[in-house]
């Protein structure tokens, strides 16, 4: 069983569409993440939920806007992509109180046409 | 946040021990030091951490420095398996949404 999914793992797709990538964590972890990657591999965080509520929101273009319907789930929607989203995100999970590791997942590559 | 500093890269020998340093002068008393990697194509993952003490497992271990400034991820036997990007990051451990910033990383290369 895949402890952190993600999908789709591959999205090509023109300027201005409208996207949404899906991720499930099956950890029972109360924390979720997603985090951007860019060409320059550097990785950057832009959300956090606890237990479905917002707690990190790190300077991301409004276009972006995180969902958790339930603790297990964290959907990432963007509105009117920009080539400048191109980008690998990874969604993260991991247990608020404790101090170990975050799980990821595989990664979304999203190429903006 | 506690910054980390970490060589670009570093290169290895197939089954001889790597050592791959970290600096982090500005760490503070909360602060855990955790490593992770990232191997092509993979999402970043966790490896060890540690707060004051040397830490042992699977994977690699972890020596801390006494002042705590800085720390070395050790791994025993390295294998092509291993050549991956390296972060040393610092984590409050005190602050329960405590978020991982990662840094640039040690680009590590494993020759056969």
Known sequence: DTAVSQTPKYLVTQMGNDKSIKCEQNLGHDTMYWYKQDSKKFLKIMFSYNNKELIINETVPNRFSPKSPDKAHLNLHINSLELGDSAVYFCASSQAWDRVGYTFGSGTRLTVV | ?112
Not at chain 2, 38 to 63: C, D, F, K, W
């Open chain 2, 1 to 112: 946040d506690a910054k980390t500093t970490q060589p670009n890269s570093m290169e290895s020998n197939e089954e001889e021990p790597v050592h791959l340093p970290c600096n982090h002068s500005t760490i503070s008393g909360t602060d855990y030091i955790h490593w992770y990697r990232q191997l092509p194509s993979q999402g970043p993952e966790y490896v060890i951490h540690g707060l004051t003490s040397n830490v042992n497992n699977r994977m690699a271990s972890l020596a801390i420095a006494e002042d705590r400034k800085s720390s070395t991820l050790i791994l025993h036997r390295a294998t092509l398996r291993d050549a991956a990007v390296y972060y040393c990051i610092l984590r409050d451990g005190d602050n329960q949404g405590g978020k991982l910033i990662f840094g640039q990383g040690t680009e590590l290369s494993v020759k056969p």
